[in-house]
């Protein structure tokens, strides 16, 4: 028998209920925003990802799903940013004059150690905004997050910022940590030892206990912000506090991939198994775009993982009552001909309907119907085909009713 592949997972039609539903409430709170779908393919050359996210992180060193075609190298997505800038600059979605506002719904693809809320295929809903620098936008962006949450609904989680500042302040950023951690060296866990040399700043969210006891007494605050990145942090801080958004700062949250600088934010709760705690994540990545080869223009997004936001839910995220079927049972092999129209007749007006096609007996076939909590159980014999009628049995109360053929679907609707 084959298995599905360690880290993937089958959603099944009875699980679906609760995808369709966060798919259906992000694409309304998306769209009140004024965001557009963007479907970005699942591959890309894997250079994407090098040049983007950087080769120092954990992402392109060790958990891409690599694709090898003679001379070509292809990743599957690990991440939605990196398309999207790609496509932004290929589609020169830049010269349209309009800021880019996107949203993207879809797999994602990690080779990681698969766990309670850690899978290799796994699946983000978030949102990319191209083309402003303006700090009200960072608080728009967070608006957003925040209000997916609530209409999900999930909650006690709690938005934690922090500001990496321009490349000139990650650099002193960067410097002032290796000088922080100078003397711990010998104490980091064996991944934060390389860390040190190769991307110093995933050292503040290694989830050791050791490590996490060395950087919490660090103390980072924000000594390395600019003035005027700490006046678009500020200016940010501020915006939130006006629409009532709560979130705490974090001198210790830094996001590990390249591309991000200034605002910086996570989503955390407590209800996501002992390894991790990000329901999402994002920031402003002001240099991917012309770094990817676009314009020099500002950017910000963020990702949830939806599998998260279902274990996050404290009851089922499904709608209240899904539409009824009417059940048909056909008793013969004329009627069962017969019935094929019929049930062709209802569903084209908009009603759902469905049959036996199992062969069950006439009991069986009731049971089903009362299974599937169907309100109207047709039936159809050579008595009615004769007649042209059909007989209605009304679920709720037992009563039976013959009607004609022709007014069926009136009957129905009403
Ligand atoms: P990241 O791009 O790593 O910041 O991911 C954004 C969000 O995606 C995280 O906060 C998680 O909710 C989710 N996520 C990331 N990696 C995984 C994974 N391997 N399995 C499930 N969800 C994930």
């Given at each position: 028998m084959f298995k599905r592949v360690p880290g993937t997972r089958d959603i099944l039609p009875d699980q679906i209920k609760q995808w369709q539903k966060i798919e259906q409430v992000s694409r309304r709170v998306f769209s009140l925003y004024n965001y557009l779908e963007i479907r970005p393919p699942l591959i890309?050359?894997?250079s994407l990802y090098q040049r983007s996210?950087?080769?120092?992180t954990e992402i392109v060193q060790k958990q891409m799903f690599l694709i090898q075609k003679g001379e070509d190298s292809y990743a599957l997505r690990p991440e939605g940013t990196a398309s999207i800038v790609r496509a932004y600059i290929e589609n020169n979605l830049d010269k349209t004059g309009n800021l880019f506002k996107s949203y993207y719904m879809g797999p994602m693809f990690r080779m990681e150690r698969p766990q309670k809320g850690r899978y290799r295929q796994?699946?983000?809903?978030g949102c990319e905004v191209i083309g402003s620098r303006s700090p009200e936008l960072d608080v728009e962006i967070i608006a957003l997050a925040d209000q997916l949450l609530c209409s999900y609904p999930v909650k006690g989680y709690s938005i934690v910022i922090n500001s990496l500042g321009c490349a000139?302040?990650?650099k002193r950023l960067t410097a002032q940590l290796r000088e922080k951690l100078q003397n711990s060296l010998s104490d980091l866990c064996d991944d934060c030892k390389v860390r040190f040399e190769q991307n110093v700043l995933r050292i503040l969210d290694c989830k050791n206990e050791k490590c996490k006891e060395i950087v919490q007494k660090l103390e980072m605050r924000d000594g390395h912000l600019c003035d005027p990145c700490r006046g678009h942090f500020e200016t940010v801080k501020a915006g939130l506090a006006s629409l009532n958004v709560k979130?705490?700062?974090?001198?210790n949250l830094v996001r590990g991939l390249d591309y991000y600088t200034g605002t910086v934010f996570e989503i955390k709760h407590d209800n996501l198994g002992p390894q991790q705690d990000a329901l999402g994540a994002g920031g402003r990545y002001d240099n991917l775009v012309s770094e990817l080869g676009?314009?020099?223009t500002g950017a910000i997004g963020f990702a949830f993982g939806v599998e998260r936001l279902i274990l996050a839910s404290e009851s089922p995220l499904t709608d209240a009552e899904p539409e009824k079927l009417v059940y048909l049972i056909s008793l013969g092999d004329t009627a069962k001909k017969q019935g094929v129209i019929v049930l062709?007749?209802?569903r084209n007006a908009g009603i759902p309907a469905d049959t036996d096609y199992e062969g069950k007996s006439l009991k069986g076939a009731m049971r089903k119907a009362n299974d599937l909590k169907a309100p109207f159980t047709l039936i159809l014999g050579d008595n009615e085909l004769q007649k042209n009628t059909i007989v209605v049995k009304n679920m709720g109360n037992g009563e039976q009713k013959e009607i004609s053929m022709t007014d069926l679907v009136k009957y129905l609707s009403a």
């Open positions: 890309e050359e894997s996210l950087g080769d120092a796994f699946h983000h809903i000139d302040d990650k979130f705490e700062v974090s001198s676009g314009p020099q062709n007749t209802l």
